[in-house]
Nanobody
Framework: QVQLSESGGGLVQAGGSLRLSCVAS????????MGWFRQGPGRKEQSFVA?????????YYADSVKGRATISRDNSKNAVYLQMNSLKPEDTAVYYC???????????????????WGQGTQITVAS
């Protein structure tokens, strides 16, 4: 059974930092790119935040978090992380990790390209 379990969310003041973790099981973690998406309050869809390729060699970020976010992974632990710094109120959202077996740069931001999803963890940034 595939499972993705996020943790590390919480309430933080603007300018603060959080580190999200996602632990995976039930599939071949080291053959999947891993992404983070988020869904803000009142938003109908998730939006792309960051992705890391299966071997960790390449990372990509949404413009909205570039310079403030760092995605990393530890294949020995089946885990992917998202370090978020200089948090802003507009970063408030539920953050999801997701696994992508067919990673391509052209489609890496597409929700539909990700095969497995976690349940999400809430980040709330107070101004």
């Amino acid at each position: 059974q595939v499972q993705l379990s996020e943790s590390g969310g919480g309430l933080v003041q603007a300018g603060g930092s959080l580190r999200l973790s996602c632990v995976a099981s039930g599939f071949s973690f080291n053959t999947h790119a891993m992404g983070w998406f988020r869904q803000g309050p009142g938003r109908k869809e998730q939006s792309f935040v960051a992705v890391i390729t299966s071997n960790g060699g390449r990372t990509y970020y949404a413009d909205s978090v570039k310079g403030r976010a760092t995605i990393s992974r530890d294949n020995s632990k089946n885990a992917v992380y998202l370090q978020m710094n200089s948090l802003k109120p507009e970063d408030t959202a539920v953050y999801y990790c997701a696994a992508n077996r067919r990673f391509e740069v052209a489609t890496m931001t597409w929700v539909t390209e990700y095969d497995y999803w976690g349940q999400g963890t809430q980040i709330t940034v107070a101004s």
